[in-house]
């Protein structure tokens, strides 16, 4: 089944994906970061980052090349085992670049949530494109 385990975790888990994708729409560092567990890992084409720091450097990065983020998330599946859970979900990105074309992608996460203090937190996020776009 795509959705097992508490409703009201499911839904804390929801508003977490809900919140990320509000944070890369709004270009707001802090509420993304705190969308993260402390010890946390982003696996993306970019590489992989883990902890907190290293996922700030590698937003300060990728915000250094783009004026705006369209990035749009829906969620495909939340399985909850007590304080930890997994979910897989996908995202249709627009990147306006700085210099260059925009870029268009598709893509999915899979991804690992620990509940850290009462609050759901990914501890995990490995990107993978489904779809490139050509940019305009």
Not at 55 to 66: G, M, N, P, V
Request: with cysteine; hydrophobic share 40%; charged share 30%.
């Amino acid at each position: 089944m795509a959705f097992t385990g508490p409703l009201e975790d499911r839904i804390a888990i929801r508003e977490l994906h809900d919140t990320y994708a509000d944070a890369g729409f709004r270009g707001d560092r802090q509420a993304w970061l705190d969308c993260w567990a402390r010890d946390c890992t982003w696996i993306t084409s970019f590489g992989e980052r883990s902890g907190k720091e290293a996922l700030a450097q590698q937003w300060d990065a990728l915000w250094s090349t783009l004026d705006a983020l369209g990035f749009f998330a829906i969620v495909g599946s939340i399985e909850v085992d007590g304080d930890t859970a997994v979910t897989r979900g996908y995202v249709r990105e627009i990147a306006v670049m700085k210099d260059g074309p925009a870029q268009k992608i598709a893509g999915r996460y899979d991804d690992e949530l620990v509940r850290e203090n009462g609050a759901w937190k990914f501890a995990s996020r490995r990107y993978s494109v489904l779809i490139r776009e050509a940019g305009d």
